[in-house]
Every structure is written in C-alpha cells, then in structure tokens.
C-alpha cells in the first residue's frame, strides 16, 4: 500500500491559512509610502480602525502596524501599487490580505501597505465568478463558501475543499487548501487548471501546467511569496445532493490507523469521498454535538475510562435515487473496520450542509468572544512509519499526560500519491 502522510491540526482553528503575502523586488524599508499617484492614493485608508483591523489576524499572536490599507478597485490598481514601490529608492512592504485567516502575521506588512482584497470583489461586476461545465474561473478574494453556491446552481462541484469555507481562494492556494478529500484528489492546489497572477515585478502573467508553469507551481502552495492571485481556473465534477456521514470510535490507535490507511486505499464506487480522524481526550466539556443525546452518556464514560478515544470521520455522497446502493456501499465500507463495536454513529445531510458543518462552530465561538483569542496552530506531516510513535509519545505522552487543552485535534491519512 502507498504510503501515507498524516496531518495533525491543533487548536481552535480551521485548517488552511487564507492570507498571501508579497515582497516587492529590491532593498525593503519600513519607511511608509509617499508621493503615490493620485489615482493610487485616493484609494489608500489610514484611519485608526482601518488600520487596527490590518494590525491582526485569526491567530491573533503577532500584531504588525501597517501604514496604509490599500482599497484597489480593478487588479490593474495592484499592478500599478508594486511597479510603483519598485521605481522608487526604498521600495515598501506590500502584504495581500483577503479573510485573514493566518495565524502568524503572514497578511501583515510592518509599517508597508496592507492590499484588501476583499475589496476588489465588489468591483466585479459580476464576473467574480464565472462557472462553465468543467471548470469554475474564481477572483482571487472570492471566498468558497460563494464558490460552491454558484457551482451547485449549475449541478458542479469543486472536488477538494478544506473544512472551513470563509476563507478566500487566493489564500488557500497560496497555501495547499487540504481537508478530507485530499487523499483521492489531493490538496485544492492540486485542481487549479489555470491562474492569474501579479508578481513581485508587477507583471500581470496567466500560467498553467503547460504555459510560465514555473510561475504556477511557484505561486500554487507558495505562501505568497511569488506573487498575488488574482484569479483562479479550477476543476469540477458533478455535484451530489446528499452524504452518510458517519463516526466510529476506536480506543486501540492501531487498529484507527490501520482502518485510516484502509479505507484510503480503496478506489471505484466503493471508495469514501471523505475520511478524517478526531481524537477525544478526557478533559471536560467534551464535544459531543454530533451524537445522539441518549448516546452521549457511554461515550463520555469511554473517554474516560480510556482517556483518549480516536474517531474516523467517514462519508459517501450520494443521490436521493441511489439510496438503497449507498447503504449497500455504506455497510460494505465499514464491515471490516475495527471500531468499538455499537459504537457507530450516523448522520444524513445534505451535501452543503456537510461542507458547511464548521460555519456553525464559527458563529458560537463569535458569539462567546473566543473568535478574538489567540489561536495558535500547527500542521504537521508525519509518515506511516512514524505515527504509531507520535500517538504514544505526543497524544498520551504529552498530550494525555500533562493534561493540557486541545481544542481541536485532527489526523488527515493521505496517499503521497497524491
């Protein structure tokens, strides 16, 4: 079997990082931007609050002071911005910030310009996103959540999504964009058919996998460092209705893994289109809002007699006139796996409403004031040969037995292949 990587998140985020940065060429100095072009300046904010919102992110770690948000009205305006910094004697620090969704100041630019992308949308006219039969062209600052309602309006789908939809497309491929399907299709970088891209030169360069591909595989996962995206080709397929969304809990991580590594390995109509892993750790309040009210009980007596109980997450999309092949299908995935025995839960939802599902755990966190917190994050991609080592000497040896806090703790299995 191929090999497989791991990904592990920590903390009340969501997975991908939705913020680019972009250097501009030549010495950088903190000095601010002066003598701009009239039609550059009138679109630059230096208000307190404007720039008190640049001053942050979603990790609310590292606050950077910037000097100016630029507001650009056509991507024209940010190629202008950079050639500009560029012909002067010390260029300034250009940062692109769409959601904002990093956790380490990457939107941020120390006394430099902050680009709204966000901005730029509402001067689309429309044409921030446009959906053909087998491909969705998306501006650089439209954000997912949009993305999949003007594609399923057409019956079309993204195929690779990340857990969490309110983050911009520039941002999450400026990064990788992976959640539970990146071990059949791969990260969202990996379905980008074509892009446009500013550089750190100001040119404006179209690239794909056959044309300036240097550019494109430089700027697809390259955390902004090569230039701003500001529009995105992207791969559909057709879109299902509904999804059996299921959860088993293991207390042996073993056999979780071996089940992970499992199921990733099949191919065909019997294949899951999702699979992700969640750990319980027996420290209160558990997060038992998935499960059925009667059944909360004997799993929270689980987790506490084990101190840790690992889930799969696992789901098969479907139709409503092809439910009785999805049970089948259902029942064929999950017949050997080495759960807990009865210790199986399902759900059935429909196919937005399961992509959607973090946007909930978004607005309650929002309304407790704990979207304003530090977020600290990290992933990390650990090899098959190492994970039973990192389950016994972080999840319990650290973890588990120093009794710290883990909101939010997932284990992606994916093929290298992938």
Not at 34 to 46: G, H, I, Q, V
Not at 133 to 157: C, F, M, N, P
Not at 183 to 205: A, C, M, Y
Not at 280 to 300: A, C, G, M, W, Y
Request: hydrophobic residues 40%; contains cysteine; proline residues 5%.
């Amino acid at each position: 079997m191929t090999e497989n990587n791991i990904i592990l998140s920590k903390a009340l985020a969501m997975l991908c990082l939705a913020s680019i940065v972009v250097l501009t060429q030549g010495q950088i100095t903190p000095s601010p931007p002066s003598n701009l072009p009239k039609n550059l300046a009138t679109k630059l904010r230096t208000d307190p609050e404007t720039l008190s919102q640049a001053s942050t992110d979603y990790g609310h770690i590292v606050h950077v002071n910037a000097s100016a948000v630029f507001e650009p009205t056509s991507v024209n305006d940010i190629i202008e911005l950079i050639k500009y910094s560029n012909s002067i004697e010390k260029p300034f620090t250009i940062a692109a910030r769409g959601q904002a969704h990093s956790v380490n100041g990457q939107a941020m630019a120390q006394n430099g310009v902050v680009v709204n992308m966000t901005h730029l949308g509402d001067f689309r006219n429309g044409s921030g996103i446009i959906v053909s039969d087998k491909y969705v062209d998306v501006g650089g600052e439209q954000i997912w959540i949009d993305v999949l309602h003007a594609t399923l309006k057409r019956g079309l789908t993204p195929l690779s999504w990340t857990d969490y939809l309110y983050l911009s497309v520039g941002g999450t491929l400026s990064n990788a964009g992976i959640g539970g399907q990146t071990f059949r299709f791969g990260p969202q970088i990996s379905n980008v058919l074509e892009l446009d891209v500013v550089t750190g030169k100001g040119d404006l360069i179209t690239c794909s996998s056959g044309k300036n591909s240097e550019t494109f595989y430089a700027v697809l996962g390259g955390l902004g460092q090569y230039g701003i995206i500001t529009r995105a080709r992207i791969a559909l397929g057709p879109a299902p209705s509904r999804v059996k969304w299921l959860r088993l809990l293991y207390t042996d991580f073993s056999a979780f893994s071996r089940d992970q590594e499992h199921l990733i390995s099949l191919n065909g109509t019997n294949a899951a289109d999702y699979v992700e892993g969640l750990i319980l750790i027996n420290k209160p309040p558990l997060d038992l809002t998935f499960f059925p009210e009667s059944d909360q009980q004997r799993i929270t007596s689980l987790v506490t007699e084990y101190g840790v109980v690992y889930t799969i997450e696992l789901v098969k999309y479907y139709n409503p006139n092809s439910q009785e092949q999805v049970k089948k299908e259902v029942a064929n995935l999950v017949k050997d796996l080495k759960f807990v025995p009865t210790f199986l839960f399902e759900k059935d939802v429909s196919y937005e409403e399961f992509l959607d599902r973090v946007h909930a755990d978004e607005l309650f966190l929002r309304s407790k004031g704990l979207w304003e917190v530090p977020h600290p994050w990290v992933n990390l991609f650990i090899p098959k040969s190492g994970i039973l080592d990192f389950n016994e000497g972080v999840i319990k040896g650290i973890i588990l037995k120093q009794n710290i806090t883990v909101e939010v703790f997932l284990l992606y299995p994916m093929n290298r292949n992938k």
